[in-house]
């Protein structure tokens, strides 16, 4: 067996040799060595580095790389982009501009070392990263139940720091939460989406382009609801009999005559008007127009809704006037008499009356209601006294008239 494998044997090596020729040549025809390039897309990492620092880096160019790989066909025609991996590692940056890329094989077809880079770092630029602070505000959508509204609105945290590129800080406008009271009816604590805008109004996303914030992007917001009423406005006008010689207090006017206020239920439900009460008419000879303040009228923790704070009351002082005006007997009515009589008024009576001129100037013997007492009285004539009432209480009469009064039995 020796012998059998010894004999010959340079021939027999001349015969492998040329056996690997022909099958190299046929294996070169049939599965050729070609190339490829791959555009990888570059993962960047260890960008914690350059948070420390107070800085991010913006990519200058494309952010993939190209790479160019020479197998035999079979093999280059089985690849694609996600056999490969492209790693830029800021930790290695140098230059301050250049981030070393590394493209390694992920596939077994392909040794690290076969892989041809177009490129070995990829090109930076770094900005300082700025952090600015906004006071979180809010919007309220919907509407809280009838006789309520919103009060005062308490937001934890009140504010949020938002870091972000240098050069995008002046674009972060406001901080807002949007707060659903519908249908509310009481204080309440609700949960609400924090929300960054610049200043078109457009949202902008937390979390992309280098932005960050110091929330969870959900704040606590504490509702207080207010039971809101309407009163009407009186006025407590002192040293209204000590005006000037000559003239007479003719009453007051308040403009508005009504005032919406808001309170919390426990400190507006006994509230049904605001009096102003510190007024005073001594020594006036013609109408006053004030202006008054009414927040200081109010109890505590009730204040006026939307409406102004301001009221004016108007003094109405006027010079006295005096005037005759004949009532006629028809006009005179006949009280408290007994039902077995019956009464006749038999004259007219003429009084003269006395109050604000321009009351009296207008006034008729329409504008007064006059009667007398037959309390007692029997049959006969008698005299008796007529009283006399007005419409305006600032009207008298100067001096009180009897008429003749005839009573018959029935």
Same mark, same amino acid.
Request: include cysteine.
């Given at each position: 067996?020796?012998?059998?494998?010894?004999?010959?044997?340079?021939?027999?090596?001349?015969?492998?040799?040329?056996?690997?020729?022909?099958?190299?040549?046929?294996?070169?025809?049939?599965?050729?060595?070609?190339?490829?390039?791959? %555009? =990888?897309?570059? +993962?960047?990492?260890?960008? &914690? $580095?350059?948070?420390? /620092?107070? *800085?991010?880096?913006?990519? @200058?160019?494309?952010?993939?790389?190209?790479?160019?790989?020479?197998?035999?066909?079979?093999?280059?025609?089985?690849?694609?982009?996600?056999?490969?991996?492209?790693?830029?590692?800021?930790?290695?940056?140098?230059?301050?501009?250049?981030?070393?890329?590394?493209?390694?094989?992920?596939?077994?077809?392909?040794?690290?070392? %076969? =892989?041809?880079? +177009?490129?070995?770092?990829? &090109? $930076?630029?770094?900005? /300082?990263? *700025?952090?600015?602070?906004? @006071?979180?505000?809010?919007?309220?959508?919907?509407?809280?139940?009838?006789?309520?509204?919103?009060?005062?609105?308490?937001?934890?945290?009140?504010?949020?720091?938002?870091?972000?590129?240098?050069?995008?800080?002046?674009?972060?406008?406001?901080?807002?939460?949007?707060?659903?009271?519908?249908?509310?009816?009481?204080?309440?604590?609700?949960?609400? +989406?924090?929300?960054?805008?610049?200043?078109?109004?457009?949202?902008?996303?937390?979390?992309?382009?280098?932005?960050?914030?110091?929330?969870?992007?959900?704040?606590?917001?504490?509702?207080?609801?207010?039971?809101?009423?309407?009163?009407?406005?009186?006025?407590?006008?002192?040293?209204?009999?000590?005006?000037?010689?000559?003239?007479?207090?003719?009453?007051?006017?308040?403009?508005?005559?009504?005032?919406?206020?808001?309170?919390?239920?426990?400190?507006?439900?006994?509230?049904?008007?605001?009096?102003?009460?510190?007024?005073?008419?001594?020594?006036?000879?013609?109408?006053?127009?004030?202006?008054?303040?009414?927040?200081?009228?109010?109890?505590?923790?009730?204040?006026?809704?939307?409406?102004?704070?301001?009221?004016?009351?108007?003094?109405?002082?006027?010079?006295?006037?005096?005037?005759?005006?004949?009532?006629?007997?028809?006009?005179?009515?006949?009280?408290?008499?007994?039902?077995?009589?019956?009464?006749?008024?038999?004259?007219?009576?003429?009084?003269?009356?006395?109050?604000?001129?321009?009351?009296?100037?207008?006034?008729?013997?329409?504008?007064?209601?006059?009667?007398?007492?037959?309390?007692?009285?029997?049959?006969?004539?008698?005299?008796?006294?007529?009283?006399?009432?007005?419409?305006?209480?600032?009207?008298?009469?100067?001096?009180?008239?009897?008429?003749?009064?005839?009573?018959?039995?029935?």
């Amino acid at each position: 067996m020796k012998n059998l494998i010894l004999k010959n044997w340079p021939l027999k090596i001349l015969a492998l040799f040329f056996a690997f020729v022909v099958w190299f040549v046929v294996i070169k025809i049939t599965d050729p060595q070609i190339s490829k390039t791959f %555009e =990888i897309p570059i +993962e960047f990492i260890n960008d &914690e $580095v350059l948070a420390q /620092n107070g *800085q991010v880096a913006h990519i @200058v160019g494309d952010q993939t790389m190209t790479v160019r790989v020479e197998k035999a066909r079979s093999i280059i025609t089985s690849l694609s982009e996600d056999d490969f991996s492209a790693v830029a590692d800021y930790s290695k940056m140098y230059r301050d501009t250049q981030v070393p890329v590394k493209v390694t094989s992920l596939s077994d077809k392909v040794l690290d070392s %076969e =892989i041809e880079q +177009e490129a070995l770092s990829v &090109e $930076v630029s770094l900005e /300082n990263l *700025q952090t600015v602070s906004k @006071v979180i505000e809010y919007e309220t959508t919907g509407k809280p139940a009838t006789g309520y509204v919103v009060g005062s609105v308490t937001i934890d945290p009140a504010s949020v720091s938002v870091t972000c590129p240098e050069s995008y800080s002046q674009y972060v406008n406001r901080a807002v939460v949007e707060i659903n009271v519908s249908d509310m009816n009481e204080t309440s604590t609700v949960s609400a +989406e924090l929300k960054l805008y610049d200043g078109n109004g457009e949202t902008i996303e937390v979390g992309t382009n280098n932005i960050s914030w110091d929330s969870t992007g959900v704040v606590e917001c504490k509702v207080e609801l207010l039971q809101v009423q309407t009163v009407i406005i009186d006025a407590e006008v002192s040293d209204t009999d000590r005006v000037a010689d000559g003239f007479i207090y003719a009453g007051y006017t308040v403009s508005p005559a009504k005032l919406t206020l808001s309170g919390l239920r426990n400190n507006i439900s006994s509230v049904t008007s605001v009096v102003i009460n510190d007024i005073s008419a001594r020594g006036l000879n013609a109408p006053v127009e004030r202006e008054i303040d009414v927040r200081k009228y109010l109890p505590e923790g009730v204040e006026v809704y939307k409406d102004s704070t301001i009221v004016k009351v108007t003094l109405n002082v006027e010079e006295i006037a005096e005037k005759e005006i004949t009532v006629p007997a028809s006009a005179i009515k006949t009280e408290n008499l007994h039902n077995t009589y019956n009464a006749q008024v038999s004259d007219s009576v003429t009084v003269t009356v006395r109050g604000p001129e321009s009351v009296v100037q207008a006034m008729t013997a329409s504008d007064i209601t006059a009667s007398v007492n037959l309390d007692g009285l029997g049959k006969g004539v008698h005299k008796v006294t007529v009283r006399c009432t007005f419409a305006s209480e600032y009207v008298s009469v100067v001096e009180r008239k009897n008429v003749t009064v005839t009573v018959t039995s029935k």
